[in-house]
């Protein structure tokens, strides 16, 4: 059980198009769900806390415009990459906070790794 | 500002022996440790928390050992197997405040164990 799945697992694109990477519960529901950005041989850094039916809330120094944020429902959560730049290749990784779990319980997806041409 | 520090990049441990990794945290605000394991290009797989009522856990061949005075946090593995080959991120969360689970990660130990 618990079970996070990210869709593509990996996606090259062109500098200026728009990238959404998908994230899924697939045996539980989640009403929070963190997006997080890893850089080579860094740590996670949460970029925003989602929940479902309400706005993202974006952690210090991330764009709101540009890392755009939907939830729109207990099992899926998405993240849109506008208008991409070389910069913004990096590995994204979903997490899932159960319903009824514990207050910081977290399943995590196996990332998306974003390439930007 | 670096909240939660690994400062060992990489350690390398001989099949069966103990492995030891270290975790600094400064704010005092956590309450809550997590160890996550991560394979490369995979997310991080939950492998053992503390909570700061307590200064040890223990499951299996993982124990976690926290000094609150000291803000340190301890993994150990024992004895040590070649599956355990990994990144090992430490985490921590802030009081329970529901609504507030953020995690603030540690940059990771790349550990090896030698066969």
């Known amino acids: 059980g618990a079970v996070v799945s990210q869709h593509p697992s990996r996606v090259i694109c062109k500098s200026g198009t728009s990238v959404k990477i998908e994230c899924r519960s697939l045996d539980f529901q989640a009403t929070t769900m963190f997006w997080y950005r890893q850089f080579p041989k860094k740590s996670l850094m949460l970029m925003a806390t989602s929940n479902e039916g309400s706005k993202a809330t974006y952690e210090q120094g991330v764009e709101k415009d540009k890392f755009l944020i939907n939830h729109a429902s207990l099992t899926l959560s998405t993240l849109t990459v506008t208008s991409a730049h070389p910069e913004d290749s990096s590995f994204y990784i979903c997490?899932?906070?159960?319903?009824?779990?514990?207050?910081?319980?977290?399943?995590f997806g196996p990332g998306t790794r974003l390439t930007v041409l | 500002d670096q909240q939660v520090k690994q400062n060992s990049p990489s350690l390398s441990v001989q099949e069966g022996r103990i492995s030891i990794l270290n975790c600094d945290y400064t704010n005092s605000m956590f309450d809550y440790f997590l160890w996550y394991k991560k394979y490369p290009a995979e997310g991080p797989t939950f492998l053992i928390s503390?909570?700061?009522?307590?200064d040890k856990n223990e499951d299996g061949r993982f124990t976690v050992f926290l000094n609150k005075s000291a803000k340190h946090l301890s993994l150990h593995i024992v004895p040590s197997q070649p599956g355990d080959s990994a990144v090992y991120f430490c985490a921590a969360s802030p009081r329970a405040n529901f609504g507030n689970e953020k995690l603030t990660f540690g940059t990771g130990t790349r550990l090896t164990i030698i066969p």
């Open positions: 503390i909570s700061s009522i307590k």
């Open positions: 997490s899932a906070r159960p319903l009824a779990g514990a207050y910081n319980e977290q399943f």
